[in-house]
T-cell receptor, first 114, second 114 residues
Framework: AQTVTQSQPEMSVQEAETVTLSCTYDTSESDYYLFWYKQPPSRQMILVIRQEAYKQQNATENRFSVNFQKAAKSFSLKISDSQLGDAAMYFC???????????FGAGTRLTVKP | KAGVTQTPRYLIKTRGQQVTLSCSPISGHRSVSWYQQTPGQGLQFLFEYFSETQRNKGNFPGRFSGRQFSNSRSEMNVSTLELGDSALYLCASATGTGNNQPQHFGDGTRLSIL
């Protein structure tokens, strides 16, 4: 079974600075998708960024980018120019190619200091 | 476009009772997945429905069941409630299953068991 590990329960960043959240996963599948979701106190899960495993190019979405290392099974999220609104729980998720059974990491709580 | 709608937002039940939670997916989405979120276990996949058929099921007891209607709306039922069933139940919809389209989450139903 696939497992997702987020080794940083909490992270803190100064406003306007850059922070990187770590994620590793374990799978025997060759095709899959990876996602980062954020969950603010309002509790709705919001998609931040996604990466298809077959794509070598790292995904970027404005201030958010990933460092996808398929061989190392690593999928870190970099947030540039951090804003107060980025404060939330961030979840890394593994999405199998054949179904919608997503496996989530335990989450990283990001605090942004003004 | 309206998002994923879950009702009710909050629910309080006692042990032994049963409960039904509802999820209306985004218009045009045919896949609905359910997740349980607790502080101890994190986000865990319950099951997925696509075209009124259960496609996948997580590792939960038979007390947890669901169904999907022809309009893609889904309900989740938990019978003989236990204290450990207290959790945030999240529903997510997607256009299909096993594709690269992300799942979109609702605000969740907070279930408390007394």
């Amino acid at each position: 079974a696939q497992t997702v590990t987020q080794s940083q329960p909490e992270m803190s960043v100064q406003e306007a600075e850059t922070v990187t959240l770590s994620c590793t996963y374990d799978t025997s599948e060759s095709d899959y998708y990876l996602f980062w979701y954020k969950q603010p106190p309002s509790r709705q899960m919001i998609l931040v960024i996604r990466q298809e495993a077959y794509k070598q190019q790292n995904a970027t979405e404005n201030r958010f980018s990933v460092n996808f290392q398929k061989a190392a099974k690593s999928f870190s999220l970099k947030i540039s120019d951090s804003q107060l609104g980025d404060a939330a729980m961030y979840f890394c998720a593994y999405h199998s190619y054949n179904n919608n059974d997503m496996r989530f990491g335990a989450g990283t709580r990001l605090t942004v200091k003004p | 476009k309206a998002g994923v709608t879950q009702t009710p937002r909050y629910l309080i039940k006692t042990r032994g009772q049963q409960v039904t939670l509802s999820c209306s997916p985004i218009s045009g989405h045919r896949s609905v997945s359910w997740y349980q979120q607790t502080p101890g276990q994190g986000l865990q996949f319950l099951f997925e429905y696509f075209s009124e058929t259960q496609r996948n099921k997580g590792n939960f007891p038979g007390r947890f069941s669901g169904r999907q209607f022809s309009n893609s709306r889904s309900e989740m039922n938990v019978s003989t409630l236990e204290l450990g069933d207290s959790a945030l139940y999240l529903c997510a919809s997607a256009t299909g299953t096993g594709n690269n389209q992300p799942q979109h989450f609702g605000d969740g139903t907070r279930l408390s068991i007394l």
